[in-house]
């Protein structure tokens, strides 16, 4: 099993959609979860921080299943704007980061 | 806001040549990372650091080396670089274990 594995999509989504996204992960001890977005040709920047509780932020809601090990992410009310990657970000036992592959976003008109 | 400044966005190089990727934050952040990214492969990890002089190897050392003299920088060397090390080369900094990262603006190599 990968240790970070996320669906590549592309997910073609017109606006104003909802779409979720998930990720699992195959360490049990790992302690941090993060979701980055990606730009073409651009760095990856943070999007949101994953808690145990869930959170929200506007039109994003990240949630985390530790018993199944999943994280998840849902965007509402989708722009032409989100059209990006998703990465999905697990704190390694190491001190490392792990990297998903990315899940490729297209928000259509 | 966190800075981290990679020293190019674009870099041309000879099989062969020995390569210095430089970064810099400036947040007094303890954690380093140096990451490639290729298409279809997603990020993977080369090294990392988790304090001055300090290193750790990642999944894809190979070929590469590291040197952190001073807190805020963290160089990446390709001791002689090879066609197969073409590839965006990411940065990222944190302040310790368990938070956010943060990237530079990534360097595009290329070795002719």
């Known amino acids: 099993r990968k240790e970070v594995e996320q669906d590549p999509g592309p997910f073609n989504v017109p606006e104003g959609a909802t779409v979720a996204f998930n990720c699992t992960y195959s360490n049990s001890a790992s302690q941090s979860f993060f979701w980055y977005r990606q730009d073409c040709r651009k760095e990856p920047k943070l999007l949101m921080s994953v808690y145990s509780s869930g959170n929200e932020d506007g039109r994003f809601t990240a949630q985390l299943n530790r018993a199944s090990q999943y994280i998840s992410l849902l965007i509402r009310d989708s722009k032409l704007s989100d059209s990006a990657t998703y990465l999905c970000?697990?704190?390694?036992?190491?001190?490392?980061?792990?990297f998903g592959k990315g899940t490729k976003l297209s928000v259509k008109p | 806001d966190v800075k981290v400044t990679q020293s190019s966005r674009y870099l041309v190089k000879r099989t062969g040549e020995k390569v210095f990727l430089e970064c810099v934050q400036d947040m007094d952040h303890e954690n380093m990372f140096w990451y490639r990214q290729d298409p279809g492969l997603g990020l993977r990890l080369i090294y990392f650091s988790y304090d001055v002089k300090m290193k750790e190897k990642g999944d894809i050392p190979e070929g590469y080396s590291v040197s952190r003299e001073k807190k805020e920088r963290f160089s990446l060397i390709l001791e002689s670089a090879s066609t197969n090390q073409t590839s965006m080369y990411l940065c990222a900094s944190r302040r310790q274990e368990n938070t956010e990262a943060f990237f530079g603006q990534g360097t595009r190599l290329t070795v002719v």
């Open positions: 970000v697990v704190g390694g036992s190491q001190g490392n980061l792990i």
